[in-house]
C-alpha cells in the first residue's frame, strides 16, 4: 500500500522482509497493542489517555498523520484474511467504527505532540541563546514583565504583586519573575522529550487558567519575551535565532492554550437535558432514511457546500477534479464525512462517548484550514 514508510522503521534493510526477526517483533508488539485497546473499549475513559499516549509517542518516529489510513486498510485487511468466512459486513463495520474511534483519538495526539518535536538545530539555537538569558535569570526576568505590563497594564491585574510600588523593585515580582525564567529553561530543556514536555505544559496550562489567564495573553507574553531576547541577546539575535524561537514558543502556546481551553470546556459542559430523547429518537429514524442513499445524499451535500461558499473548495484536494458533480476525489470524501455524521448520529444515545469523539474531530480538521465560520455554512 505505502512502500516508503518501510523507511520509518530499523528493520528496513532486513531482507528478505517476510524473514525480518525485527519486523516480527515489531508486528507482534503492534497487534498486541491493539488487542489491548479493542480489550479496553469497556473502558474508554481509561483507554482514552493510553492512546493519547500511543499516538504523542510516535511524533519522533516520523509518523504522520495520513498513515493511519494506511494502518487501517492494512489492519482490516489482515483481519479479513485471519477471520475468512467470520468476517461478516457487520463484522467489517464494527471493525471499521472502533478503528475510527482510535484513530479520532491518537491522530490528534500525534499532531499535538509533532508541534512540540523541533529539529536538533533549532532546540540548539534556543538552548544557547537561553543559556547567555540565564546567566542573569532575575534581571531578566523582572525586564520580561515590566514589557509585558508596559504593553498591556490590565494585566498586572492578574497578579498579586499589582499593588507594589515601585514595580521594578518589588520582591514579589522578582520570586515570581525567578520562577518563571526557571520554569522557562526546565521547558527548553526537555522540547525534544514530547513524553515529559507535553505533560508538563498541559498542566501549566490548566494551573494559568484558574488564575484567569485566558488563550490571548500568550500573544502579549511571547511578544514580551521576544523583545527581552533581542534586549540581551543583541547582534546574536539574527533570523535563524528568530525563527528558531518562533517554532518553540509556537509549540509551547499550542499545547498549553489546547489544555486551558479543555479545562474551560469541562467547567461548562452541559449535561444531556432530559428531554431530548424523543429528538434523538427523531433524528437517528431520519438519518436511517438518508443513510438509505448514502452517495447520492453525500454528493448533493458537498455540491451545496460549494453552491454557498465558492471558495471552500479550495480548502479541499479535489478542487481541480472537474466537472466536480463527477470528481472520484470529492465523491469519496463526501461519503467519508456523511459516515462520520451517521456516527455521530448513532452515538447521541450516548453523549457522554460521543464529546471526546467530536473534540477529537474537530481539533484534526485545525490542520486543513477549517476555520468556525465553515460549520454554520
Not at 479535489?318 to 448520529?345: C, W, Y
Request: overall charge neutral; some cysteine; proline content about 6%.
Amino acid at each position: 500500500i505505502a512502500p516508503p514508510a518501510l523507511q520509518l522503521f530499523s528493520f528496513k534493510d532486513e531482507l528478505p522482509l517476510e524473514q525480518s526477526p525485527g519486523m516480527k517483533k515489531h508486528a507482534t508488539g503492534v497487534l498486541q497493542t491493539v488487542g489491548d485497546a479493542v480489550a479496553g473499549l469497556s473502558d474508554v475513559k481509561a483507554l482514552i489517555p493510553v492512546l493519547e499516549a500511543l499516538g504523542g509517542r510516535h511524533a519522533k518516529y516520523g509518523v504522520q498523520p495520513e498513515h493511519f489510513a494506511i494502518i487501517g486498510k492494512a489492519l482490516v485487511w489482515t483481519l479479513e484474511q485471519g477471520l475468512g468466512d467470520l468476517w461478516t459486513p457487520e463484522v467489517k463495520e464494527a471493525w471499521t467504527k472502533t478503528y475510527a474511534t482510535i484513530q479520532s483519538v491518537m491522530e490528534p495526539a500525534l499532531t499535538q505532540a509533532a508541534a512540540v518535536l523541533h529539529s536538533s538545530k533549532c532546540k540548539l539555537l534556543v538552548e544557547r541563546t537561553w543559556h547567555v538569558v540565564a546567566q542573569d535569570m532575575e534581571a531578566n526576568g523582572v525586564k520580561l514583565f515590566l514589557r509585558v505590563f508596559d504593553v498591556s497594564p490590565e494585566a498586572l491585574q492578574l497578579f498579586s504583586f499589582k499593588h507594589d510600588q515601585p514595580l521594578a523593585q518589588s520582591p514579589r515580582l522578582k520570586k515570581h519573575a525567578l520562577v518563571f525564567m526557571r520554569l522557562m529553561g526546565k521547558i527548553i530543556s526537555c522540547l525534544d522529550n514530547v513524553d515529559a514536555v507535553v505533560p508538563m505544559l498541559k498542566d501549566l496550562g490548566e494551573q494559568h487558567a484558574v488564575f484567569g489567564v485566558m488563550p490571548e495573553h500568550f500573544i502579549m507574553l511571547g511578544k514580551s519575551l521576544f523583545w527581552m531576547l533581542k534586549q540581551v541577546l543583541g547582534h546574536d539575535w539574527d533570523k535563524e535565532v528568530n525563527e528558531a524561537w518562533i517554532e518553540a514558543y509556537a509549540s509551547i502556546q499550542s499545547v498549553m492554550e489546547h489544555s486551558m481551553l479543555n479545562l474551560s470546556r469541562a467547567v461548562k459542559r452541559p449535561r444531556e437535558p432530559k428531554g431530548d430523547k424523543r429528538v434523538t429518537a427523531l433524528v437517528q429514524e431520519t438519518w436511517r432514511l438518508v443513510a438509505k442513499k448514502l452517495d447520492a445524499h453525500a454528493v448533493k451535500f458537498f455540491l451545496k457546500i460549494f453552491e454557498i461558499a465558492p471558495p471552500a473548495l479550495q480548502l479541499f484536494s479535489f478542487k481541480d477534479e472537474v466537472p466536480l458533480e463527477q470528481s472520484p476525489g470529492m465523491k469519496k470524501h463526501a461519503i467519508g464525512v456523511m459516515k462520520t455524521v451517521g456516527e455521530a448520529v448513532a452515538g447521541l444515545s450516548d453523549v457522554k462517548t460521543l464529546i471526546p469523539v467530536l473534540e477529537a474531530l474537530g481539533g484534526r480538521h485545525a490542520q486543513y484550514g477549517v476555520q468556525p465560520e465553515h460549520f454554520a455554512i
